[in-house]
């Protein structure tokens, strides 16, 4: 159909509003014109030639038109260094603060660490200690009431769910592993130790998240780390053995299985189940 | 071959009602905000008035699909709501202004709007174009490059009817639409809510009788979780006018506002002498 045209005949009689053209026909014509733009081109100097009362009406409507915009506002011309489509990279404004007191913490972590080495060098890295909870922050403020202000748009639209909470997770956990990379380079706490352990337990927020709330099950993680692992290990001075590169494979294992549990529950985070 | 109006736009619908509850029972906190309601809604404006308390946000939360319904059966667009986590569908055909909204303060007009449209799944292709349409129905135009902090409290309900709009909703939710518009821009949503009441479904929650009154196509009063009332603006207005009758002494001062009061009067009297 793409080749073919409306017989000029034919569109010179649907110009002139001829009663006479069969129903079928004129459907046709009709729905070949919504698509050809050339077939269209050809009909408007049909009707030009045809009927000059459409003429005077277009003529007529332009001028109403022309007079319209005349006296109504016009848009202010765009900023400059405005993108279209820049919206929805941006993040809820309670995450990016969440964002910069991580990288603060990572900070401080180093400069202790510094002070540690500069000194008798005894305890084991901080920044190491602290790189698996280290993203916990951000993502407690990932899916929030308190912390989103448009967070009642974001329920009740249909990206809500899991798809929307990863991929905000994925942009917080582009700021702060970079960070930790740098931290740890500096004190030497290679990324292979700590990686693992942080997608672990940033995985494990978010399935115990849906069932708890977020804030909740973050808070409650980097509890229990604290306590029963970052506690410990600086009392004693010595390095966690989970973080020793023999515990790895456990910390794949377990990132793996979080995976699949959050995978399967596709429904999470469409706000009916979770009220929080 | 492209098509203008594809055939999905045309299909003629399969469902009676646009919104059907019916012994709707919802939950806001641990009150039960939403008792029991029975009702049905379809193209046109509906303007939803009751007092304060009476349940008509958590009925609109719950149309919006963000409150899971707790007993009774609510059904949209000819889906039943309740018990279903798939909801994408049909939360691209819903457009909803909640009653108190936050907005990212250093977005403008478009990329608040444009990130709504973006949420609702809108085709990257038709976003730019259905911005300004809503921007322009609202009469933002001129303020669409501006930062939403600037904005009055006025234009910040306008940007958020915009985002109401965005999609063209088959069902649009409405939560106190009018607080903080000038009289003026009252006057343009009326007009605004009476074209949109052609193709569909509109339920404003209002404190405002008159508003209901001039611009809605029908009227339901809730009180107490419960529907008392659902007729047309001069059913209203015509209780109100035989206030003589009723002896009542009511200083209101439009037909539809005396009926308001004594309609809800009179339920609850009912209520009160039954138990």
Same mark, same amino acid.
């Given at each position: 159909?793409?080749h073919?045209?409306v017989?000029a005949e034919?569109?010179?009689?649907?110009?002139?509003?001829?009663?006479?053209?069969?129903?079928?026909e004129? !459907? =046709?014509?009709e729905?070949h014109?919504?698509g050809?733009a050339?077939?269209?081109?050809?009909?408007?100097a049909?009707?030009q030639?045809?009927?000059?009362?459409?003429? +005077?009406l277009?003529?007529?409507?332009?001028?109403?038109?022309?007079?319209?915009?005349?006296?109504?506002?016009?848009m202010?011309?765009?900023?400059?260094?405005?993108?279209?489509?820049?919206?929805? !990279?941006?993040?809820?404004?309670?995450?990016?603060?969440?964002l910069?007191?991580?990288?603060? %913490?990572?900070?401080?972590?180093?400069?202790?660490?510094?002070?540690?080495?500069?000194?008798r060098?005894?305890?084991?890295?901080?920044?190491l200690?602290?790189?698996?909870?280290?993203?916990l922050?951000?993502?407690?403020?990932? !899916?929030?009431?308190?912390?989103?202000?448009?967070y009642?748009?974001?329920? =009740?639209?249909?990206? +809500?769910?899991?798809? &929307?909470?990863?991929?905000?997770?994925?942009?917080a956990?582009?700021?702060v592993?970079?960070a930790?990379a740098?931290?740890?380079?500096?004190?030497?706490?290679?990324?292979?130790r700590?990686? %693992?352990?942080?997608?672990?337990f940033?995985?494990?927020?978010?399935?115990?998240?849906?069932?708890?709330?977020?804030?909740?099950?973050?808070?409650? &993680?980097?509890?229990?780390?604290?306590?029963?692992?970052?506690?410990?290990?600086?009392?004693?001075?010595?390095?966690?053995v &989970?973080?020793?590169?023999g515990?790895?494979?456990? !910390?794949?294992?377990?990132?793996a299985v979080?995976a699949?549990?959050?995978?399967?529950?596709?429904? =999470?985070?469409?706000?009916?189940?979770?009220?929080? | 071959?492209?098509?203008?109006?594809d055939?999905?736009?045309?299909?003629?619908?399969?469902?009676?009602?646009?919104?059907?509850?019916?012994?709707?029972?919802?939950r806001?906190?641990?009150?039960?905000?939403?008792?029991?309601?029975?009702?049905?809604?379809?193209t046109?404006?509906h303007?939803?008035?009751?007092p304060?308390?009476?349940?008509?946000?958590? /009925?609109?939360?719950?149309?919006?699909?963000?409150?899971r319904?707790?007993?009774g059966?609510?059904?949209l667009?000819?889906?039943?709501?309740?018990?279903?986590?798939?909801?994408?569908?049909?939360?691209?055909?819903?457009?909803?202004?909640?009653?108190? /909204?936050?907005f990212?303060? *250093? /977005?403008?007009?478009r990329?608040? $709007?444009?990130?709504?449209?973006?949420?609702?799944?809108?085709?990257?292709?038709d976003v730019?174009?259905?911005?300004?349409?809503?921007?322009?129905?609202?009469?933002?135009?001129d *303020?669409?490059?501006?930062?939403?902090r600037?904005?009055?409290?006025?234009?910040?309900?306008?940007?958020?009817?915009?985002?109401?709009?965005?999609n063209?909703?088959?069902?649009?939710?409405?939560d106190?639409?009018?607080?903080?518009?000038?009289p003026?821009?009252r006057?343009?949503?009326?007009? #605004?809510?009476r074209?949109?009441?052609v193709?569909?479904?509109?339920?404003v929650?209002?404190?405002? $009788?008159?508003?209901?009154?001039?611009?809605?196509?029908?009227?339901? #009063?809730?009180?107490a979780?419960?529907?008392?009332?659902?007729?047309?603006?001069?059913?209203l207005?015509?209780a109100?006018?035989?206030?003589?009758a009723t002896?009542?002494?009511?200083?209101?001062d439009?037909p539809?506002e005396?009926?308001?009061?004594?309609?809800?009067?009179?339920?609850?009297? *009912?209520?009160?002498?039954?138990?």
């Amino acid at each position: 159909m793409k080749h073919d045209q409306v017989p000029a005949e034919l569109l010179e009689r649907y110009a002139a509003g001829d009663p006479g053209i069969n129903p079928d026909e004129l !459907w =046709a014509v009709e729905a070949h014109l919504e698509g050809c733009a050339s077939c269209r081109e050809r009909l408007g100097a049909a009707v030009q030639r045809q009927s000059p009362a459409t003429t +005077a009406l277009l003529a007529r409507v332009g001028d109403r038109l022309a007079a319209e915009i005349a006296i109504s506002t016009t848009m202010p011309r765009r900023r400059r260094g405005q993108v279209l489509g820049r919206s929805r !990279w941006l993040l809820p404004p309670g995450l990016l603060a969440r964002l910069a007191m991580t990288v603060l %913490l990572v900070l401080a972590a180093l400069s202790l660490d510094l002070v540690d080495q500069q000194g008798r060098g005894e305890y084991p890295s901080l920044v190491l200690l602290f790189a698996p909870v280290a993203p916990l922050l951000g993502v407690a403020a990932v !899916w929030s009431r308190r912390l989103d202000p448009a967070y009642e748009f974001v329920m =009740a639209s249909p990206r +809500a769910g899991l798809y &929307l909470v990863l991929r905000r997770t994925l942009l917080a956990l582009m700021v702060v592993i970079p960070a930790l990379a740098a931290a740890g380079w500096a004190v030497g706490a290679s990324p292979a130790r700590w990686l %693992l352990p942080c997608l672990a337990f940033t995985a494990g927020a978010l399935a115990l998240g849906e069932v708890v709330g977020l804030s909740r099950a973050a808070i409650g &993680l980097a509890a229990a780390w604290v306590i029963g692992v970052v506690g410990p290990s600086m009392l004693t001075a010595t390095s966690p053995v &989970l973080l020793a590169p023999g515990a790895l494979p456990a !910390w794949a294992a377990l990132t793996a299985v979080v995976a699949i549990v959050l995978a399967l529950r596709r429904d =999470a985070y469409t706000g009916l189940r979770s009220g929080h | 071959m492209v098509r203008a109006v594809d055939a999905a736009e045309t299909a003629p619908t399969s469902y009676a009602w646009a919104i059907h509850a019916e012994e709707l029972k919802v939950r806001a906190g641990r009150r039960m905000a939403v008792d029991g309601l029975d009702l049905r809604m379809g193209t046109g404006v509906h303007g939803l008035l009751g007092p304060n308390g009476a349940g008509k946000t958590t /009925f609109m939360r719950a149309v919006a699909t963000v409150l899971r319904p707790a007993g009774g059966r609510l059904t949209l667009l000819g889906e039943t709501v309740n018990g279903r986590f798939d909801l994408r569908g049909l939360r691209r055909q819903i457009g909803y202004l909640p009653q108190e /909204f936050g907005f990212y303060r *250093r /977005f403008t007009v478009r990329e608040f $709007v444009e990130y709504i449209a973006w949420l609702k799944e809108m085709p990257s292709r038709d976003v730019p174009g259905a911005v300004q349409r809503a921007i322009d129905r609202v009469r933002l135009t001129d *303020r669409a490059d501006d930062r939403m902090r600037t904005l009055s409290g006025g234009m910040v309900r306008r940007a958020g009817i915009a985002q109401a709009l965005v999609n063209d909703p088959t069902v649009l939710l409405l939560d106190e639409p009018t607080a903080g518009l000038d009289p003026d821009q009252r006057l343009v949503f009326r007009a #605004l809510l009476r074209e949109l009441a052609v193709d569909t479904c509109v339920v404003v929650a209002t404190h405002l $009788v008159e508003d209901v009154a001039a611009a809605c196509t029908d009227v339901v #009063l809730v009180d107490a979780g419960r529907l008392v009332f659902q007729g047309l603006p001069a059913d209203l207005a015509a209780a109100g006018a035989d206030v003589g009758a009723t002896g009542a002494d009511l200083a209101a001062d439009s037909p539809a506002e005396r009926g308001y009061s004594i309609i809800l009067r009179r339920h609850r009297e *009912r209520i009160g002498a039954q138990p």
